[in-house]
């Protein structure tokens, strides 16, 4: 029986910025803000519906760079992408804030391991993860921080709900998986990224590229 691998997708190098999410970056360092989160989105051969502009994902792939900070208790959210950048847009409100979660649990963000979802190969009887093609990837990056880069996959999440599990009686990979995804679900880099994802969601009209 082959051994079992968790991978875990974490760099100890800063994540590929664009040359855009870069500058802004290197700027809010220089004068001195403490506290930044960037949060890059994209997705390999997914269908692009939508475009900004003629550039964005015209050869299936996107990618999206969202970068928050907090300075003197203000907060500001940026996009960029191919098409361009966003004003920086003031977050007044914020119901769940992610920076003092990233400076509660800043251990727990940094050993992040994340148990992806397993498939039976049946003519060698063996469990392996699945194939992650074709998903949307997420990178959480910590520039003030000593935490190290998070590479997420989406498909390490799945809402586990009771008809899941009735289902599981008759699904014997969903039956092995459920423990996966509760394990993944109440991650501190899950909870992170609900937060900013929910945040995206409700700007994205004030946060379009240009």
Known sequence: MKKLLFIVFITCSPMLLSAQSSKI????????????????????????????????????????????????????????????????????????????????????LDTTQLKYPLHFIQKDSIWVESSLNHNQFYTLDFPAHQIKTIKINGKAFKEIDKDSQLYADLDIELKKNIPRYIFNNQTAAKELLDILDAKILALRKKIETK
């Open 25 to 108: 970056v290197d700027s809010l360092l220089n004068h001195q803000c403490r506290e930044i989160i960037v949060l890059k989105e994209d997705c390999i051969g997914c269908l692009t519906l939508n475009r900004p502009c003629e550039k964005y994902g015209e050869d299936g792939n996107f990618e999206n760079f969202y970068i928050f900070w907090r300075n003197d208790k203000k907060m500001y959210v940026k996009k960029t992408n191919i098409c361009g950048q966003s004003k920086a847009y003031q977050i007044k409100k914020w119901n769940k804030n992610p920076f003092d979660l990233v400076n509660a649990k800043r251990v727990a």
